[in-house]
C-alpha cells in the first residue's frame, strides 16, 4: 500500500509534467485522433509507467486529469481505445478501463457482487470440504465449474453431495475465518455515503452471504441453501440454484425495488456464471477473474483491489462534468 505522501509526489509530478490539462502525452508530436474516454489506474502508477504505457500503445493520447482514490493514483485518458491496452496495463501492474458506462458516483446505484473470489478471498465450499476430507475432490470441480467448462448447477450439486453427514460446526470453523477481500469494507462505506444500494449475489451459501450481508449493512443477499437435517448437511441443497440467469435476474429485480435505472448498475465478478449478470449491469467488471470472463467482460481488473470500482465510478462522473 502508497503512502500518502508518495500518492501526493506522483500527482504532483504527473501535473507538473503534463499540465495544463487537456494536454498531449509527447508535446511534439501530433495527438490521436480518438475519440474514447479510458482511465490507467494502480497504486504504482508514476511517470515513467504512465510513459512506458503510451509507448506500447503507440498512441499519443491526451491526458485529461488525474486524481486518486485512496490508495490508487488514476490518470483520465482519450485516444483510440483498443482491447489490447488492458495487456499493456497489466504488464507494467496497472488496470486500463474504457469509461463507455453511465454509472459514476453523482447518481445513486445499484451494485451486485460475486461472493466466493470476489467479495471474500476464498470459495468457501472448497474450504468446507477440506474440513469434511473431500477437498481435492471438490476444488477441482469448483476450478473447472468457474473456468466454464460445467454447468454450474450440476457441479454445485456434485460437490454439495461430497459433504453428506458433515457436521454442520464446520460451517462456523468457516465463518470464523472468512478473509475479506481487500478493499470491500472501504468501498462498500463510500458507495453507501453516496446513496449507492449494494447487495450480493451469489452461487455460495446463505451461512456466509448473510453473515456478509450484516457484517456490511448491504441491502440484500441471495445465494444457495445447505440442507441440514440434526446437526448434519445432507448432500442437498435446498430451493432453487442460484445460477448464471438467476444472478443477472436478481440485479434487474433489484433494480426495479430500489427505484434505479438499469444505466447506473454495476456488477462485479469473477467466475463464468457471473457473465449474464455483468452483462446485465450498466458496468460489468470481472474481478482477478478467470480467462474466459476476461476475454467476455467489458471492464477487466487484475491487480487493483476493489477500490478499482470507485476508480472507475469518479472517472465517470469526471467524464460527465466534461461533456
Not at 31 to 44: S, V
Request: glycine share 6%; hydrophobic share 40%; charged share 20%.
Amino acid at each position: 500500500m502508497q503512502t500518502s505522501e508518495f500518492i501526493n509526489l506522483t500527482l504532483k509530478d504527473i501535473k507538473q509534467h503534463y499540465s495544463p490539462f487537456p494536454n498531449k502525452l509527447i508535446n511534439n508530436q501530433p495527438q490521436t485522433e480518438g475519440r474514447d474516454y479510458f482511465i490507467l489506474f494502480g497504486t504504482n502508477l508514476e511517470p515513467a509507467k504512465l510513459q512506458a504505457f503510451q509507448q506500447k500503445c503507440g498512441e499519443n493520447f491526451q491526458i485529461f486529469d488525474c486524481w486518486n482514490n485512496l490508495h490508487n493514483i488514476v490518470v483520465l485518458l482519450k485516444g483510440h481505445w483498443q482491447k489490447s491496452y488492458e495487456t499493456h496495463a497489466h504488464d507494467l501492474t496497472l488496470d486500463a478501463a474504457k469509461i463507455d458506462f453511465n454509472a459514476n458516483l453523482a447518481e445513486q446505484g445499484l451494485l451486485v457482487m460475486d461472493m466466493d473470489s470476489t467479495a471474500i478471498q476464498i470459495e468457501c465450499i472448497d474450504e468446507i470440504a477440506k474440513l469434511a476430507g473431500t477437498g481435492e475432490e471438490v476444488s477441482a470441480i469448483t476450478a473447472a465449474a468457474m473456468r466454464g467448462e460445467l454447468d454450474f448447477e450440476q457441479s454445485l450439486r456434485r460437490r454439495v453431495s461430497t459433504l453428506k453427514d458433515a457436521p454442520e460446526t464446520i460451517l462456523q470453523e468457516v465463518r470464523l475465518q472468512l478473509p475479506l477481500m481487500p478493499g470491500l469494507k472501504e468501498t462498500v462505506r463510500i458507495l453507501q455515503q453516496h446513496n449507492w444500494r449494494v447487495a450480493i449475489a451469489s452461487g455460495g451459501f446463505t451461512y456466509f452471504a448473510d453473515y456478509l450481508k450484516e457484517l456490511l449493512n448491504l441491502d440484500a443477499a441471495v445465494s444457495n441453501q445447505f440442507d441440514i437435517e440434526n446437526g448434519k448437511l445432507t448432500g442437498r441443497v435446498k430451493g432453487d440454484i442460484v445460477h448464471a440467469q438467476y444472478k443477472a435476474d436478481t440485479l434487474k429485480r433489484l433494480a426495479r425495488e430500489f427505484n434505479i435505472p438499469l444505466e447506473n448498475t454495476v456488477a462485479i465478478g469473477d467466475g463464468a456464471n457471473d457473465l449474464l449478470m455483468l452483462k446485465q449491469a450498466n458496468l460489468g467488471a470481472a474481478f482477478h477473474a478467470k480467462p474466459k470472463v476476461q476475454q467476455q467482460a467489458q471492464v477487466v481488473v487484475n491487480f487493483a483491489d476493489l477500490t478499482a470500482l470507485l476508480c472507475l465510478l469518479s472517472a465517470g462522473e469526471k467524464i460527465k462534468h466534461l461533456s
